[in-house]
């Protein structure tokens, strides 16, 4: 398939901006060097059912950018992505926020090789990849220390996203989740000490589709 780089590019930089996210060059670089290995990669390891260059940078990149300047208010130094699969969206996360620390996890090794791969390629050095159940994980010894932000995008209902991640949280951190539409049947079944605090209608730049980011407090 034939890529237009100057469009990717374009696109990238517009649709950033739109988002209310700032890039320098560096990082625009990286990103679509991302997406070019994201595209390589994913004709062998089928991490993305998206084939089109252009439809990934919407769909994923900039999908991913979105939710930033709303993660950026709560200052987080230490972030799980869990379920992240092709590093969506924590390797475009990382690569826009290099103070922050972000763990990648996920159970499938295959792609988790990629991220491993992803993190060397594009030199991140606030990266870890983490292999394993996200209930198994353990601060200390398999990651290395509870996380300010702990967030999914298409990996769990909400109700098992929170039962599977929490004893994983930090103290004043919340649990964030990447939605389509609205989800009030997954809110009501969520347990009695979690809380929804912030239900956030994203606008993606170019991307014409539902989506929400919903923020998790827990607590009595």
């Given at each position: 398939m034939q890529i237009n780089s100057r469009l990717l590019a374009n696109t990238l930089n517009e649709g950033a901006?739109?988002?209310?996210?700032?890039?320098?060059?560096?990082?625009?670089?990286?990103?679509?060097?991302?997406l070019e290995l994201l595209t390589k990669?994913?004709?062998?390891?089928?991490?993305?059912?998206?084939?089109d260059p252009y439809q990934m940078l919407v769909q994923h990149l900039l999908d991913s950018l979105a939710i930033l300047p709303h993660l950026s208010r709560c200052a987080p130094s230490n972030?799980?992505?869990?379920?992240?699969?092709?590093?969506?969206?924590?390797?475009?996360?990382?690569?826009?926020?290099?103070?922050?620390?972000?763990?990648?996890?996920?159970?499938?090794?295959?792609?988790?090789a990629f991220l491993q791969q992803a993190k060397v390629t594009l030199a991140l050095p606030n990266v870890a990849v983490v292999t394993?159940?996200?209930?198994?994980?353990?601060?200390?010894?398999?990651?290395?220390?509870?996380?300010?932000?702990?967030?999914?995008?298409?990996?769990?209902?909400?109700?098992?996203?929170?039962?599977?991640?929490?004893?994983?949280?930090?103290?004043?951190g919340s649990?964030?989740?990447?939605?389509?539409?609205?989800?009030a049947t997954e809110i009501e079944a969520l347990p009695a000490d979690a809380k929804v605090v912030n239900m956030i209608e994203l606008a993606v730049p170019f991307?014409?589709?539902?989506?929400?980011?919903?923020?998790?407090?827990?607590?009595?």
């Open positions: 901006m739109a988002a209310g996210v700032v890039l320098n060059d560096n990082q625009q670089t990286r990103l679509l060097a991302y990669w994913n004709r062998v390891y089928n991490l993305t059912a998206i084939r972030l799980l992505d869990v379920g992240s699969g092709g590093g969506l969206p924590g390797v475009v996360l990382a690569i826009a926020q290099p103070a922050w620390k972000v763990t990648l996890n996920d159970i499938v090794h295959k792609k988790t394993g159940r996200v209930e198994s994980l353990q601060p200390g010894v398999e990651v290395e220390r509870p996380f300010d932000i702990i967030l999914s995008r298409a990996f769990a209902k909400l109700a098992d996203f929170v039962s599977l991640a929490r004893h994983l949280l930090a103290p004043g649990i964030w989740a990447m939605k389509g539409t609205q989800p991307l014409d589709a539902k989506r929400h980011l919903v923020q998790i407090k827990l607590g009595a």
